[in-house]
């Protein structure tokens, strides 16, 4: 009996099976690098009202913040933000900055302390007309927030028209502007 004339052929093949994995490989890489996933989180409540709620004042002496405050006919910025989250420091010079523009900017502290809260604002600035203690992050999630910091623009009327999802950088600060415009009209 001979054998199957197929063998020597199937040996062939399986040399060059791994070089072929690897260039599919790598093509496939090459491809994802040019062409990279959108992982944008987008808020599904951009357009509607902010969700009612009424925090504490995080420092004493100075108001907390209440959703009623939102909708008195000024744009604000609502900005989530930890002593102890290292970009909620990067982005301070930013929030001054707008500040500074004109645009009233509220804080919603995130399960923090007043000790660390103080230096925090001692070592960064301080930007805020009030701020809000949110001792058990409940606020932040109702806002639909992933983390911290986060900064919403919200219209005279209290709709959130804007969601920026971590730190405000420098070269974003038009950017942010533009927003604040747009919601005021």
């Known amino acids: 009996m001979t054998p199957p004339q197929d063998s020597p052929q199937v040996g062939r093949w399986a040399i060059w099976l791994p070089l072929a994995l690897f260039v599919g490989f790598a093509a496939l890489a090459a491809f994802m690098l040019r ?47 930890a002593s102890w989250c290292i970009p909620c420091g990067v ?12 645009v009233p900017i509220e804080g919603i502290s995130v399960r923090d302390t007043t000790e660390a809260l103080n230096q925090f604002l ?25 983390g911290v910091p986060e900064t919403f623009v919200v219209d005279g009327k209290g709709i959130i028209r804007y969601q920026h999802i971590g730190e405000i950088r420098p070269e974003q600060l038009d950017m942010i502007l533009a927003k604040v415009r747009e919601a005021q009209q």
């Open 122 to 146: 001692d070592r960064n600035g301080d930007p805020y007309q009030r701020i809000g203690a949110d001792d058990d992050g409940k606020v932040q999630l109702a806002l639909g927030s992933s």
């Open 91 to 102: 982005e301070a010079p930013q929030l001054q900055a707008l500040a500074q523009a004109g």
């Open 35 to 81: 062409h990279p996933a959108d992982n944008t989180v987008d808020s599904k409540l951009v357009g509607q009202p902010v969700p009612q709620f009424d925090l504490p004042p995080a420092l004493p002496g100075r108001p907390g913040l209440d959703s009623r405050v939102l909708g008195n006919g000024k744009v604000h910025l609502v900005n989530i933000f």
